[in-house]
């Protein structure tokens, strides 16, 4: 419903020439941002929220990231899901693509895991920093093309360069809705998110008793 809404609204202002891509345009982007917002926004208060457990139980550490992580991979196979559904009646030649997707859609997976923990880690350190998240993800969300077309930025189409989010979702959604995989460019974002979650990972392994100490003040 939201991403018919908006498809409507939106493409009427921008005078989309096909109602149609511009619907399938935005029913990706909406889809894959709304998860990642969602975890970023989400982690940058799961130690707080999850203080009395860590407190008497500092292993479990791994387990909150792990489960608050995976819950928000649930609700976005879902959500995909029933947008992949409502497509088959729109264009049913994506499908096709869905094999395609599975490199960007792991690199996605690792580096907005790797994002949201080192937001977890550094809003435990600044304590406003978790108040903060919500404004910046709002203006990453309104200075990228997720809901309107790459060339309505015109001379400033380098602003999407700085939302590190967005070099997730472009090659995902490229690669749904065309088929467009540069196999070479996925196979090295792969392997720099994968080389950044080990390094997010030791961070909390090398700083699990001082954030706990941090979240018990």
Request: hydrophobic residues 60%; aromatic residues 18%; contains cysteine.
């Amino acid at each position: 419903l939201q991403v018919s809404v908006f498809a409507f609204v939106y493409g009427v202002v921008f005078k989309v020439p096909s109602l149609k891509e511009f619907f399938i345009y935005l029913g990706f982007g909406i889809t894959i941002w709304t998860f990642m917002a969602g975890c970023v926004s989400s982690f940058s208060n799961i130690f707080i929220n999850e203080r009395n457990r860590l407190l008497n139980f500092p292993g479990s550490i791994y387990d909150v990231l792990a489960e608050e992580y995976i819950f928000h991979i649930q609700v976005f196979i879902q959500s995909l899901a029933m947008l992949l559904i409502l497509i088959l009646f729109v264009d049913g030649s994506i499908i096709k693509n869905i094999f395609l997707a599975i490199l960007p859609l792991s690199s996605m997976f690792i580096g907005v895991f790797t994002i949201s923990i080192f937001v977890s880690i550094f809003a435990v350190y600044i304590k406003d920093f978790a108040q903060v998240i919500p404004v910046i993800l709002n203006l990453l969300f309104l200075t990228s093309p997720i809901m309107y077309p790459k060339d309505a930025l015109g001379n400033l189409d380098f602003v999407p360069k700085f939302n590190l989010l967005y070099f997730y979702l472009d090659p995902l959604r490229n690669s749904f809705i065309n088929g467009d995989l540069n196999f070479l460019n996925a196979i090295f974002l792969f392997l720099i998110s994968l080389s950044l979650f080990l390094v997010s990972l030791r961070e909390v392994i090398k700083r699990k008793f001082k954030i706990i100490a941090l979240v018990s003040e």
